[in-house]
């Protein structure tokens, strides 16, 4: 097994440390992986990328990923960007942080509204909903090898008192949401 995964949005939305948590959830499982940030100057809302690859074996391949198997989409306004879709495999899946699911006939498209999540849970910095914990609960049910125990894990390892409880829970309810 060897799952390449893409993850776009804007600095400031967690798509870095939601990489990486991805990692770890699946370390935890098991396997093997690594995360590789991508990113100009360090400000908030700039374009941010992040490659995570996982598979059951020590991973040897190093740099971005170009085909991934997965993408997810942190920022509803990337998501008709054509370097979000670029590469993605045909068949492969686009997750995205919209309300509703856009079209793309080529991929498997899944729509879950982590920002509506952040907001609920009080997850909001400098007036910005951060949508890593939520998009990170939606990814794992979706590459279906990353259970809930294992992202409780991550994310209560990350935050504790009210933050991580608010990150827990927005982790978990797009966990559960996601293939509602």
């Not at 920022?75 to 370097?83: H, N, T, Y």
């Amino acid at each position: 097994m060897f799952v390449e995964i893409r993850l776009h949005g804007r600095g400031g939305q967690g798509i870095v440390t939601a990489s990486e948590m991805l990692i770890e959830a699946a370390v935890l499982e098991g396997y093997h992986g690594q995360s590789i940030p991508t990113f100009g100057a360090e400000r908030r809302g700039a374009p941010v990328v992040a490659s995570a690859r996982i598979s059951d074996r020590e991973v040897r391949r190093h740099g971005q990923v170009y085909s991934p198997d997965f993408v997810a989409v942190f920022d509803p306004l990337f998501v008709f960007r054509k370097e979000v879709t670029e590469g993605l495999k045909e068949e492969g899946t686009l997750l995205v942080n919209h309300r509703q699911k856009p079209d793309f006939p080529q991929f498997r498209v899944i729509a879950i509204d982590a920002t509506k999540i952040a907001l609920e849970n009080g997850l909001v910095v400098a007036g910005w909903a951060v949508v890593n914990t939520a998009m990170l609960g939606a990814l794992s049910r979706l590459l279906g090898i990353i259970s809930k125990r294992s992202v409780e894990a991550v994310v209560s390892s990350k935050w504790k008192g009210d933050l991580g409880s608010k990150n827990l829970k927005a982790a978990l309810d797009a966990f559960e949401g996601v293939l509602a």
